[in-house]
């Protein structure tokens, strides 16, 4: 059987058909759910965020303010607000450690500790980025996607991906500091 | 002066040669390796590129994760907002794994030797460390699959019933294990609501508490059976995040509204003829239905109630849906007549609305308390709105650190956060949009940021680049791509005019742009357009010709290259011819104006 052609399903999804509601979800959840886990490290918060986001695009659309251009792109930015609005909500001290560390290492504890504080330095500093430049260096560099790949997702040039990629990596730094990781 | 050792380069080179390296990294090639390619941009590419590797050690396959139930969370939300549309779309479609009517139709032989021979590969080993996991273990989904495959293959609806309450009471004794443990996690299972003391509750022989992020939905009593989603917290604590009536597994239950499918045996739970333990709960919201609806098989629970009977009650008479309330707290964001938005939800509000108490004014910012119930379009209608005092919430400190995006002599914007000025706030260094700054504030009760100190973390790195104009404006220009702010010390040498090129000597700031220190304009492009003499004199000369919005508001920098759009201008002086300007040839000047310097300046 064919796959449902993108921009028919979201019309369907714009009238709440659920069978095209659930194929949406089957297709984007678990790319939203990596793209909360790699910026929370957590695997039962990005969980709940997920479904999160789905609940919010129902929301929207009964609000007309669903999705103009990329859909994707829309779905990624609800998940980066949602981020946002996690670790201002400060929910995220209540949690244990980050859970994708540490796992099989055979690095000394020492060095594990200090590359587990600079992972989680990093994770910090990419919330500070604008939601362009976090989405991008999200699904870039700890996704492993090529700048084509983020293109499609986000709903922009590939030009405007490097462009992207590069102020986002300039301001990183700057928010890091010169240190070495 | 060159200063940066890309000074007779483009910044757009530098994003060209980033891209690069970083797409030879991703393929194995080493930091030397990329540098010594681009030894012009070494000193800028090194950094970059380590930032990228520490990146890049970040990434991991994600932990496993169970999507299932917020699938059916995500459905069953878009039930209820799709409710009252046309009744001749499917209403609701049953998570894969539980949907045996389509099961039936695919063929149930398939399914089941495909689950067998998940077993299988799960294998003894796996399965039994699975069988012991919780959640947050990275072997849990394999132990909700096999309780899955279990579950598909009792087709005996006695045997299905005793698994399905099996899982339950397993459910329940994992929401107790994780907070004996102290795990952080999140798990929903179902259970009598036994004990009601304040905000804390006991559900099917588990404590949990309550808060006002609790949400409630419907009416609940003592004895009533929920569901309840719980997330522990590492204190131990098991908070419910939502409490909402549960006559037996959703799932297998058709909502209110959905046509009935056909009755099939394997779908339908019929209590009357299990020989289950006696449940002490017996008091259930019927189902209503154009059929009878099917009905749970109860569960056994260790509390013992007075009315407990020995066999559950089976109601088949169908009954109007009662109306289902709601119970949010949050902060008012927004008041128009006849809705308000709390929390980020619309709630309607008619003439039966109660808002209290008398003394308390609700406004804009202020807490309050929601019971609503839900309508047939999905929206909420306010029963009652409770208003907390703003005075009395206590203002909270909060420290951040992020980008200015806007200041003024009242109000900025840093790191998406509008920020309060006061006399009393404390600014160490010159603000500039694009720098970093350190925030000590305080929250009031209302929302509302005041900063008390801030700290505008100076930059140190000079860079320098030369391309072409493309916008203009009084405290921001794009050159070549690049957004390049100015201030009052900004010093800008020549005539600015867009299509000009320039050379431009400043500080990189945390967000790519430049805070141009020095800009030395050349001449302008050779004009595409030829205007009528006496028209152009009587044009007032524009600053901006091409500025856009978005280019206006500092967002130019991330977007493609933007078309140039040149003015044409009417009397034609030349320029001043720049020599020896690095990297660029002067530019013909012809049907364009000289422009004057947009602002401070100049030699």
């Keep these: ?181 | 002066m060159k200063v940066g050792s890309a000074s007779n380069n483009q910044v757009r080179s530098l994003e060209d040669a980033l891209n690069a390296c970083v797409r030879e990294l991703s393929t194995g090639a080493s930091l030397e390796d990329c540098l010594t390619q681009y030894p012009g941009y070494r000193e800028e590419l090194e950094p970059l590129l380590s930032l990228a590797l520490g990146l890049q050690s970040l990434r991991q396959q994600p932990a496993p994760a169970t999507l299932q139930a917020g699938r059916r969370r995500v459905l069953r939300e878009a039930a209820r907002l799709g409710r009252g549309r046309s009744e001749s779309e499917p209403r609701f479609r049953l998570p894969s794994w539980l949907s045996l009517q389509p099961l039936m139709q695919r063929g149930v032989a398939a399914t089941v030797l495909a689950s067998l021979l998940l077993v299988i590969v799960l294998g003894g080993g796996a399965a039994a460390v699975a069988a012991s996991s919780l959640p947050g273990d990275a072997l849990y989904p394999v132990k909700r699959i096999s309780e899955e495959v279990r579950l598909l293959l009792a087709f005996d609806q006695q045997l299905r019933a005793q698994v399905i309450q099996q899982l339950e009471e397993r459910r329940r004794e994992e929401a107790k294990a994780i907070a004996s443990i102290r795990r952080v996690a999140e798990v929903s299972f179902r259970g009598a609501v036994e004990e009601v003391d304040d905000d804390r509750w006991t559900i099917g022989g588990v404590p949990v508490e309550l808060s006002d992020k609790t949400v409630l939905i419907g009416d609940v009593d003592l004895d009533t059976e929920v569901r309840v989603h719980v997330r522990s917290l590492s204190d131990g604590t098991l908070l419910a995040l939502r409490i909402e009536p549960d006559a037996g597994d959703d799932a297998l239950l058709p909502t209110p509204t959905d046509t009935p499918p056909p009755p099939t045996p394997t779908v339908t739970l019929t209590a009357t003829n299990t020989k289950l333990p006696p449940t002490s709960v017996v008091q259930q919201q019927p189902v209503p239905s154009q059929t009878p609806s099917p009905t749970e098989t109860p569960l056994p629970t260790e509390t013992e109630v007075p009315t407990a009977t020995p066999t559950p009650t089976i109601t088949l008479t169908p009954v109007p849906p009662r109306p289902v309330k709601v119970r949010f707290g949050g902060r008012i964001e927004a008041m128009e007549p006849g809705v308000w938005t709390v929390d980020g939800q619309a709630v309607r509000l008619d003439s039966n609305t109660k808002i209290g108490p008398q003394d308390v004014p609700p406004v804009i910012g202020a807490m309050a308390s929601v019971v609503a119930v839900r309508t047939d379009d999905g929206g909420l209608l306010a029963l009652e709105i409770t208003v907390e005092p703003v005075a009395q919430a206590t203002e909270q400190p909060f420290e951040f650190q992020g980008l200015v995006e806007r200041f003024g002599a009242t109000e900025w914007v840093v790191g998406g956060h509008t920020l309060i000025i006061t006399t009393d706030t404390a600014i160490e260094n010159a603000p500039q949009i694009g720098l970093l700054a350190e925030v000590n504030a305080l929250r009031r009760g209302d929302g509302s940021l005041v900063a008390v100190q801030i700290h505008v973390q100076l930059p140190s790195e000079v860079v320098q680049f030369e391309g072409t104009i493309q916008s203009l404006g009084a405290v921001q220009w794009t050159v070549e791509g690049v957004t390049v702010r100015l201030d009052d010390q900004t010093q800008v040498v020549g005539n600015a005019a867009v299509g000009s090129r320039a050379e431009v000597e400043g500080l990189l700031l945390p967000d790519g742009s430049v805070l141009a220190r020095t800009i030395v304009v050349q001449a302008a492009l050779t004009p595409t357009l030829t205007p009528e003499p006496s028209e152009a004199r009587s044009e007032e000369p524009r600053l901006t010709p091409s500025l856009t919005a978005e280019q206006a508001t500092g967002e130019a920098a991330d977007m493609p290259d933007p078309p140039l759009e040149l003015v044409p201008r009417a009397p034609q002086v030349p320029l001043p011819a720049r020599p020896a300007m690095t990297g660029g040839a002067a530019q013909p000047s012809s049907g364009y104006a000289r422009r004057d310097a947009p602002q401070k300046l100049v030699r």
């Design chain 1, 1 to 181: 059987m064919q796959p449902v052609e993108e921009s028919v399903l979201l019309e369907r999804v714009k009238s709440y058909d659920q069978a095209a509601i659930a194929e949406v979800y089957d297709r984007y959840s678990q790319r939203i759910y990596n793209y909360l886990y790699h910026r929370l490290g957590n695997a039962n918060v990005a969980e709940d965020l997920t479904a999160t986001v789905f609940v919010r695009m129902l929301e929207a659309i009964r609000t007309s303010k669903a999705w103009r251009t990329s859909f994707s792109g829309w779905l990624y930015r609800i998940a980066h607000n949602l981020v946002v609005d996690y670790f201002r909500s400060g929910r995220q001290d209540k949690q244990v450690e980050l859970d994708d560390w540490s796992i099989e290492s055979d690095e000394h504890p020492d060095e594990e500790a200090e590359r587990s504080l600079a992972g989680q330095k990093l994770r910090q500093a990419i919330g500070l980025l604008t939601d362009e430049q976090s989405l991008v260096i999200t699904l870039k560099f700890l996704e492993g996607m090529s700048n084509a790949e983020v293109a499609v997702l986000v709903g922009k040039s590939e030009g405007a991906i490097k462009s992207l990629q590069f102020r986002g990596l300039a301001a990183l730094r700057r928010l890091i500091g010169e240190q070495r990781l």
